[in-house]
């Protein structure tokens, strides 16, 4: 079985850079699956921030490409999120999720960590 | 980008009944789409991927179809646990969701 776990702040202030953790365990972050992030605004549908693979190979939603960084620990089988300039609207449920596909940002995503609610607010 | 539409955005059903929810998106997406199952504070689950393909574990009562740009999920014989929100996602460039679609009971 596949655990992933988002860790970092709840709370976070206008114009601050968020930094998420995650954890996963049951599978290795070497192996040719892609890894990915996604939000949920409240009351809201479901957003694809953008994938990594174990290469290092990244591809982001355009929309925040210009703020996001995906990156990966492969000694510490885990990967991040750092986004820049946060404001109101970045406040969601961020979940990391193990994706397959052919290349990166063409993935389904078959195993989901929990979701970490992070609010922005001054 | 593409842009998913999904429809009803919400469906009100009984349990025993069969209902189908529709997935259209912007452009062709070479069947590369997915659903999922999510409810309330818990993290989506795959039920199908490449249009039509059930995922390991998910009751045979889901089925996907479609082509091109147009996508259908139907759940036959609606069990309690099937009462959630619904969403499509392609992921054939730059993945996209649907807004979802909320079944609940009638």
């Known amino acids: 079985q596949v655990y992933l776990r988002e860790s970092g702040p709840r709370l976070m202030k206008p114009s601050g850079t968020l930094a998420l953790t995650c954890a996963v365990s049951g599978d290795s972050i070497r192996s040719t699956n892609y890894w990915g992030w996604l939000r949920q605004s409240p009351g809201k549908g479901l957003e694809w921030l953008g994938e990594i693979l174990q290469s290092g190979t990244t591809d982001y939603n355009p929309s925040l490409k210009s703020r996001l960084t995906i990156s990966l620990d492969k000694s510490k089988n885990e990967f991040y999120l750092t986004l820049t300039s946060v404001t109101t609207a970045d406040t969601a449920v961020y979940f990391c999720?193990?994706?397959?596909?052919?290349?990166?940002?063409?993935?389904?995503?078959?195993?989901w960590g929990q979701g970490l609610m992070v609010t922005v607010s001054s | 980008d593409i842009q998913m539409t999904q429809s009803p955005s919400t469906l009100s059903a009984s349990v025993g009944d069969t209902v189908v929810i529709t997935c259209r998106a912007s452009?062709?997406?070479?069947?590369?789409l997915a659903w999922y199952q999510q409810k309330p504070g818990s993290a989506p689950k795959l039920l199908i991927y490449k249009a039509s393909t059930l995922q390991s574990g998910v009751p045979s009562r889901f089925s996907g179809s479609g082509s091109g740009t147009e996508f259908t999920l139907t759940i036959s014989s609606l069990q309690p646990e099937d009462f959630a929100t619904y969403h499509c996602q392609q992921y054939s460039y730059d993945s996209s969701f649907g807004q979802g679609t909320k079944l609940d009971i009638k």
């Open positions: 999720a193990r994706g397959w596909g052919s290349w990166v940002g063409t993935s389904y995503f078959d195993y």
């Open positions: 452009q062709t997406i070479n069947n590369l």
